[in-house]
């Protein structure tokens, strides 16, 4: 998320796909040079202080995935729209079974809340756009994975500083090898960290030695919101809302190229103050004014200026840097905004 999130498909969506095959690989994959990659990872991983055993036992039978290569490479060309994206996600059922969570978890979320100062209903909709509440489960084993995507060409100095991250979890006993599963690129648990992100943010709520973001509810909850709190949320605001533009708006008000480093934020102007918007004819989705608080907000269009609008606050990048895409993001605080019941207008 940010922990990882280069791709920008959600494991919910990705998972219509079915089950990735770790079958034996390819021919295409080059055999030989990924022994000698492999070798070298062995010697790298022993000098960062990782003991023997650990390297030995979790490098012993691995071999390449050429279909994780193929899916890494083909993720840029999948497009959705908006609307299409949002439809697939937040759907009834979605919705009730996120309410259902909240109900059922109401007191450790609570708890979670009160520590991390995030509220319950953007801990259950990340929870509930990474892995469906917990029910998509992870299927590839994860050295395998991220020993893949290390030996390949487009990014390997990422992927090989994850696979060392992951090395280093099995080494401190955080789980065990048996467990070690994640999805095709690499990220892991009910929360989809990345290892690298698991190690910098994952929390053992229970106090029990462990952090358990693979099935520890407390862990899971208090992971996502120490993300979300380590990268500046705040709970005395929301992440946003759907805006209605004027029919007429100066585009030099509205331009949409100062915003974009990192590229994947894109389409985001630079803030102004709430009363500024207003004061330009920025409105509620309803037609309704924008709230009377002395706080910025930037203007998003994800689709350009002639798509979906939504004025956005602090909160908004910290979901970017969970995973930076505005798809994401913005369906992240409708998803939340639905479990709660909050209105949107």
């Not at 202080?49 to 995935?65: E, N, R, S, Y």
Request: glycine share 8%; proline share 6%; with cysteine.
């Amino acid at each position: 998320m940010g922990h990882r999130h280069f791709a920008l498909i959600l494991p919910m969506l990705a998972a219509l796909a079915g089950p990735l095959s770790v079958a034996a690989a390819e021919p295409e994959v080059d055999q030989a040079a990924f022994a000698t990659f492999l070798d070298g990872v062995r010697q790298e991983a022993l000098q960062r202080g990782i003991k023997p055993a650990t390297v030995q036992a979790a490098l012993a039978d691995v071999k390449p995935i050429r279909r994780i290569i193929e899916r890494d490479r083909a993720q840029a060309e999948f497009k959705l729209t908006l609307e299409t994206y949002r439809a697939r996600v937040v759907t009834p059922a979605n919705i009730a079974r996120g309410q259902q969570m909240a109900a059922k978890h109401s007191k450790l979320l609570d708890a979670v809340a009160r520590r991390y100062h995030v509220q319950p209903r953007f801990i259950l909709a990340i929870w509930g756009m990474e892995t469906r509440y917990g029910a998509v489960k992870a299927n590839v084993p994860l050295i395998p994975a991220l020993a893949t995507l290390a030996f390949d060409a487009r990014r390997p100095q990422f992927f090989r500083n994850q696979l060392f991250d992951a090395l280093s979890i099995l080494d401190r006993g955080y789980i065990g090898l048996d467990r070690l599963y994640g999805s095709w690129a690499g990220a892991m648990g009910q929360p989809q960290f990345m290892p690298s992100s698991y190690l910098a943010y994952a929390q053992d709520f229970d106090g029990d030695g462990k952090r358990d973001i693979w099935q520890n509810p407390g862990d899971v909850f208090a992971s996502i919101a120490n993300y979300l709190a380590q990268h500046g949320w705040r709970d005395d605001m929301t992440w946003g809302r759907a805006v209605r533009l004027p029919a007429k708006i100066d585009d030099a008000k509205i331009d949409l190229g100062r915003a974009a480093a990192p590229a994947c934020r894109a389409k985001t102007t630079d803030t102004r103050k709430l009363a500024q918007w207003q004061a330009l004819g920025v409105r509620r989705s309803d037609g309704g004014a924008l709230p009377a608080r002395d706080i910025a907000a930037a203007l998003v269009l994800p689709e350009g200026k002639t798509g979906p609008a939504f004025l956005v606050y602090a909160n908004y990048a910290a979901i970017m840097a969970y995973n930076c895409a505005h798809l994401y993001a913005v369906t992240v605080g409708t998803l939340a905004d639905r479990i709660g019941a909050v209105p949107n207008g």
